[in-house]
């Protein structure tokens, strides 16, 4: 069956949770984002969310992503990836009970990382999912790993890898700021927010970028930043915008003019 492009959609921790309290949802974010999806009707549709409040304060508890030392972690693993299993069910919930035929995918299952990087992923189901018009909807998640034994795997990561992977038409990156910055815009009223960057002009800058202000064990903007590099140098287009203002996620998907930071290869 031939496959029209997909798009992959990373809805940030930042939008759905409050990362400056734990386990803090965003009900009414998450009920307005599935609002905006289910109006925008897209067609192809891949969505990963990352771990907001959720999963980032136990991940740091327990020093997940440093990997395995002691036995006291493995409980650590299994909230870890509990509470993603939390936060992914609220999410699916607004998305299932609009009708939308979402279908969630829990990459602990079917990814392994070597050294934090995806070594193997079991593709299939996800493959079949998007050929029968599901949206299949994965997350950041702790993951068992081949040499650490496990450690996180970002959303930003695995947007990046199933973008390549299924040969995606273009990612959408909602956070919880208009774009991308010369510096942290919450730390500086005065930063320049960047309406279209090139690959060229992305490396100049991204030594300038920050991590995150609140419990983040995946580095925030910088790293989310260095792992979509290799979807642009494969020629994926990366829109981002903040997904917590009303109608900019509809937009992004409908492909209007919507304000926020596209990086194009050229
Ligand atoms: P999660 O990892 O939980 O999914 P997220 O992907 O929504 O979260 P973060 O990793 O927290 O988002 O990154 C977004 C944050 O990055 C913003 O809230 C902003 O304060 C911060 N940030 C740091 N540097 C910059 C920059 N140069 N431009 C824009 N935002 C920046
Ligand atoms: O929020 C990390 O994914 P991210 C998820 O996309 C966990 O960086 C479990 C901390």
């Known amino acids: 069956m031939s496959q029209a492009k997909p798009t992959v959609l990373k809805i940030g921790g930042s939008v ?4 400056s309290k734990e386990m803090e949802v965003r009900m009414d974010a998450i009920s307005r984002l599935a609002d905006e ?10 969505i990963v969310h990352g771990g907001g409040s959720f999963g980032h ?11 395995f030392k002691d036995a006291s972690q493995i409980v650590g693993f299994a909230e870890t990836h509990h509470v993603m299993t939390v936060l992914n069910g609220l999410f699916m919930d ?57 450690t996180i795997l970002s959303g930003d990561q695995l947007t990046s890898f199933l973008a390549l992977r299924f040969n995606a038409k273009n990612i959408l990156i909602g956070v919880d700021v208009d774009g991308l910055y ?18 060229e002009e992305l490396r100049k800058v991204q030594g300038l970028l920050g991590g995150s202000n609140a419990c983040d064990v995946t ?48």
């Open 37 to 46: 999806i289910l109006e925008a009707n897209p067609k192809n549709l891949i």
């Open 182 to 199: 010369n510096e942290d815009p919450k730390l500086n009223a005065k930063a320049k927010m960047f309406e279209h960057l090139t690959l």
């Open 219 to 266: 580095g925030g903007m910088a790293n989310k930043i260095a792992e979509l590099i290799p979807a642009i140098e494969h020629g994926i287009p990366v829109l981002i915008v903040n997904a917590s203002k009303p109608r900019y996620l509809y937009k992004a998907l409908k492909g209007e003019k919507v304000r926020g930071t596209l990086i194009e290869k050229e």
């Open 16 to 19: 759905i949770t409050d990362k």
């Open 94 to 150: 607004a998305l299932i009970w609009r009708g939308l035929p979402a279908v969630s995918i829990p990459p602990s299952s079917c990814i392994m990382t070597k050294n934090g990087r995806i070594a193997c992923f079991d593709e299939a189901p996800t493959r079949k999912l998007l050929e029968m018009g599901f949206i299949p909807v994965l997350y950041g998640d702790a993951v068992l790993d081949t040499e650490l034994g496990f």
């Open 57 to 67: 304060p136990l991940a740091e508890k327990h020093s997940i992503k440093e990997g």
